[in-house]
């Protein structure tokens, strides 16, 4: 399997997440770029997050963000 752009452009929106605080969400805005924008609505139809346009984490979707913060940390600190 291989990184496609769609997968980046998800990942990315995972990662703008603050896993310190579930009661911290995001909104992605209309300004925020089509590709960011399908991202999030690509998130909300797997059940990573709770509106199409950002919302909150579910449980899938804390897990996913986690991973996928964990993953960014250690390739950036190399």
Known sequence: MS???EIAA???VLCLYNLDSMQEGIKVHSS???ERVAAAQRLFEKGL???DDGGYLTSLGLETAA???AVLTVLADQ
């Open 32 to 34: 925020a770029g089509a």
């Open 67 to 69: 991973h996928a913060q």
């Open 49 to 51: 997050i709770s509106q």
């Open 10 to 12: 998800e990942l990315e």
């Open 3 to 5: 990184w496609t752009p």
